[in-house]
């Protein structure tokens, strides 16, 4: 991103947040997306991971640094530009959120994302078969490509919440070249039911590593959609292996991506689609990860747990990382209006916040210690001091309470202090 496009990021964010103090209020006719034309960011990263990778099969040599255009992108250029350029205080008045929904052109920029990524994905694989490529080339092609797909995983999430059928096979598409097309049945009908509990794969723990989470969200994730789709067509009267079963569906799907790409480029590009579909699922389990780390839903008196609320999920407003992830890190409302688009999912201030963007979180994630520090007080400091109402790792809860049993006690004395202040 140049210097031109990232002052006018700048200014319509500036600008944003000017007409919200000044005018909280909008009709519907009123009101107006500043960020309209900047989600077409979206759908150019495909096309800047192509552009790169052309660019390297033109000049392997002297451009050599563009077969690593991907991990800069997603760990360097993309967290120092959410840093720069702050975050966004724009949210769409509810009234005019059933106009936005109805606009197509929100939707068709989610679709547009997919026919760049196989392309970009196809260029990865030749590129990385080719004889002459070296080693730590055809790792940055892999890391390219597995990088973007990986956002695509979030195409995917944006497709798959919606009840169209041919939506739903789009998801599937863009999910397929990482081998993760499961995941339209276990997030949309696993995790959204069971989001912020011990029960729940894919809510990390506090205390919890992230490598600790990842062999328990991707195998429990599997597990879990085996189970749903079992029973959904056993309510059907249809076996597991049905035409009708979507989890078989993907798979077909992505075998034949594979297949066809490894036709194509031969068998030096197995270990390539091995190694980016791997790195591309990574991704979308640091996410998972980052999103209700130690958030717990409490359970009413009947014994069942509470409706998800925005205090479920960790947010974050940084314009950048929400362009290219469909207002993701506005994640409380997504997952209060799982169906509500991205273009109208609004930012709620009371619900815990991250220090950074989701691109921010990745790096400290992958670092339990740098993780715990920087996130494990702010879960204190969420629950007020109230460590019986964090989701904790098991393993460690006893450790974790024992060290941080003075400081939720000060942290409590001071929610209590502010209490009784505003009573006052």
């Given at each position: ?89 724009s949210n769409p008045p509810e009234s005019a959120v059933g106009s936005l929904e109805q606009d197509k052109y929100y ?169 980016q579909a791997i790195y591309g699922a990574s991704l979308l389990e640091s996410v998972n990860y980052i999103e209700h ?132």
């Amino acid at each position: 991103m140049n210097a031109k496009t990232r002052d006018e990021l700048k200014t319509r964010v500036a600008s944003s947040r000017k007409k919200d103090q000044a005018a909280p209020t909008h009709s519907p006719q009123t009101w107006k997306d500043p960020k309209r034309y900047l989600w077409l960011l979206g759908p150019a990263l495909p096309g800047i991971g192509l552009a790169a990778l052309t660019g390297y099969a033109l000049a392997p040599k002297k451009l050599k640094a563009l077969a690593w255009t991907g991990p800069a992108l997603v760990h360097g250029v993309i967290p120092a530009l959410d840093r720069a350029i702050g975050e966004d205080q724009s949210n769409p008045p509810e009234s005019a959120v059933g106009s936005l929904e109805q606009d197509k052109y929100y939707s068709r920029i989610v679709k547009a994302f997919i026919p760049t990524q196989y392309a970009m994905t196809f260029m990865g694989a030749w590129l990385a078969s080719r004889k002459k490529t070296p080693i730590e080339d055809k790792i940055g092609l892999a890391l390219t490509v597995g990088g973007i797909n990986g956002v695509g995983i979030n195409t995917a999430h944006e497709l798959g919440h919606k009840s169209n059928r041919v939506n739903k096979l789009m998801a599937m598409a863009a999910l397929a070249p990482t081998g993760y097309t499961h995941f339209v049945v276990e997030h949309n009908f696993g995790h959204h039911k069971r989001v912020a509990t011990p029960e729940d794969p894919a809510s990390s723990r506090m205390g919890e590593s992230f490598w600790k989470f990842l062999p328990r969200s991707v195998f429990g994730g599997m597990k879990s959609s085996v189970n749903i789709e079992k029973a959904r067509l056993a309510r059907k009267g249809k076996s597991f292996w049905s035409l009708d079963n979507e989890l078989l569906q993907g798979w077909a799907m992505s075998a034949g991506f594979f297949s066809a790409t490894t036709l194509v480029c031969g068998p030096r590009a197995v270990p390539f689609l091995a190694a980016q579909a791997i790195y591309g699922a990574s991704l979308l389990e640091s996410v998972n990860y980052i999103e209700h780390y130690g958030l717990l839903r409490q359970k009413n008196s009947n014994g069942k747990y509470e409706r998800t609320q925005p205090e479920h999920s960790w947010n974050s407003n940084h314009i950048v990382t929400n362009l290219f992830l469909y207002q993701l890190q506005r994640h409380s409302d997504h997952h209060a209006h799982p169906q509500r688009s991205y273009q109208a999912l609004r930012h709620f201030e009371k619900a815990p916040q991250l220090p950074g963007g989701y691109a921010s979180m990745l790096m400290p994630a992958y670092i339990p210690q740098w993780w715990y520090e920087t996130m494990d007080k702010r879960v204190i400091e969420h629950y007020e001091g109230d460590m019986n109402k964090i989701n904790w790792d098991p393993d460690r809860k006893a450790e974790l309470v024992a060290k941080y049993a003075d400081y939720a006690a000060e942290v409590a004395a001071k929610a209590e202090a502010n209490r009784q202040k505003e009573a006052a």
